[in-house]
């Protein structure tokens, strides 16, 4: 496996020392410095594992590389050998960014990373993330050091459960990503739309800034984000925006500026956003808007129009002849549905066509 610089001397063992006034003192593996009898920890560079190198991971991990992170990547195939020989480059909206080849770890199986990382990032698709699971319980008791945390940067509801039973509920995180990404080649993603700064915190009552380093670092490395204690709410908003406009766009092979050149896909749009809000009510759950009319004003003449250009991914699995992450989202609302008792038939009907899609592959 290859590994990343050690950040600008972080890994060595000894250094130059003057005096009594800078003694080195190792303990249990660890340097600490004595100067004037003032004891400080050394810090070294924070260590993250990024598994899932698509369109979204590569952007982190160049994000994280920029600002000083030590990354190791999981990554198999045509995907691997691109990083290893070209390194990771992100194009688009935001700041350009190089991964040169040889600055990050590369390894094929999660279950074969050094371990002791203070964030392990989970950006695959959700329809391998009970296989993940499976793979990381290997190394449950050393993968994570100290405080480190898990955090998944997926679409959809209900993808922390096959994790739940490896990690506490303190550890696990999600970041919600309003940012679209396309993935123009094995080691290069381009970001082509900006919604707003990636939202991150817990899901599980956890303080959010407890993920406070990776944001930062994040946002260091040309990836807007921020930390958000309403993390709940952000879910939901996230679920209106993706399920409103993802499988439709499949659908009809379309960006989402062209959903809205016909009443018939806006009415869809509109019956899919209504029976999210019946299901919200129903569960007792809460996002920013008190009701569908609300939000249709602000979704169709604000939050849209900015996004016009973007291609789903749900689309973009389509043509690569992927399996999608329908079941997540409007397969996720029509499940809810059946067990409150809510009657989700345009959510269903678009999850029944996507189903079909995939089976003709």
């Known amino acids: 496996m290859r590994r990343a610089g050690d950040g600008g001397g972080g890994g060595r063992a000894a250094v130059a020392m003057r005096g009594k006034a800078a003694r080195q003192l190792v303990k249990a593996g660890k340097v600490v410095y004595t100067?004037?009898?003032?004891?400080?920890?050394?810090?070294?560079?924070?260590r993250v594992l990024l598994i899932g190198c698509g369109a979204v991971g590569l952007s982190l991990a160049a994000a994280l590389y920029q600002?000083?992170?030590?990354?190791?990547?999981?990554?198999?195939?045509?995907?691997?050998?691109?990083?290893?020989?070209?390194?990771?480059?992100?194009?688009g909206i935001l700041p350009h960014a190089l991964v040169p080849p040889g600055n990050v770890g590369l390894t094929e199986r999660p279950e074969d990373v050094p371990g002791g990382y203070d964030?392990?990032?989970?950006?695959?698709?959700?329809?391998?993330?009970?296989?993940?699971?499976?793979?990381?319980?290997?190394?449950?008791?050393?993968?994570?050091?100290?405080?480190?945390?898990?955090?998944?940067?997926?679409?959809?509801?209900?993808?922390?459960?096959?994790?739940?039973?490896?990690?506490?509920?303190?550890?696990?995180?999600?970041?919600?990503?309003p940012i679209g990404f396309r993935r123009m080649q094995p080691n290069v993603s381009e970001v082509t739309v900006l919604k707003a700064p990636m939202d991150m915190g817990s899901l599980c009552g956890a303080p959010g800034?407890?993920?406070?380093?990776?944001?930062?670092?994040?946002?260091?490395?040309?990836?807007?984000?921020?930390?958000?204690e309403q993390l709940g709410k952000t879910q939901w908003s996230k679920l209106l925006y993706n399920c409103t406009l993802n499988a439709l766009g499949a659908i009809l092979r379309t960006d989402y500026g062209g959903l809205v050149k016909s009443e018939d896909s806006v009415s869809?749009?509109?019956?899919?956003?209504?029976?999210?809000?019946?299901?919200?009510?129903?569960?007792?759950?809460?996002?920013?808007?008190?009701?569908?009319?609300?939000?249709?004003e602000e979704f169709f003449f604000r939050i849209l129009p900015p996004t016009y250009a973007h291609r789903s991914s749900t689309l973009q699995d389509i043509e690569r002849r992927l399996p999608t992450e329908i079941?997540?989202?409007?397969?996720?609302?029509?499940?809810?549905?059946?067990?409150?008792g809510v009657e989700t038939p345009c959510n269903?009907?678009?999850?029944?066509?996507?189903?079909a899609m995939e089976r003709l592959y």
């Open 327 to 340: 079941d997540s989202l409007n397969g996720a609302i029509a499940g809810l549905g059946q067990s409150l």
């Open 209 to 228: 800034t407890a993920c406070a380093a990776l944001a930062e670092a994040l946002d260091k490395g040309g990836i807007p984000c921020r930390i958000d």
């Open 268 to 296: 869809i749009m509109k019956g899919i956003i209504r029976e999210i809000f019946a299901v919200m009510r129903a569960g007792g759950y809460e996002t920013f808007w008190p009701d569908a009319t609300a939000y249709e």
């Open 35 to 46: 100067i004037r009898k003032r004891t400080e920890r050394r810090r070294l560079p924070m």
């Open 348 to 355: 269903t009907f678009v999850t029944q066509i996507i189903r």
């Open 67 to 91: 600002a000083g992170a030590q990354v190791d990547l999981v990554a198999r195939g045509e995907t691997a050998r691109a990083i290893r020989e070209g390194g990771i480059e992100r194009r």
């Open 119 to 177: 964030y392990v990032l989970i950006s695959t698709k959700v329809t391998g993330n009970e296989e993940l699971a499976a793979g990381l319980a290997l190394r449950k008791t050393d993968l994570l050091r100290g405080e480190g945390r898990l955090v998944l940067f997926q679409n959809g509801y209900g993808n922390e459960r096959p994790f739940v039973g490896l990690f506490e509920p303190s550890r696990l995180f999600h970041a919600y990503i």
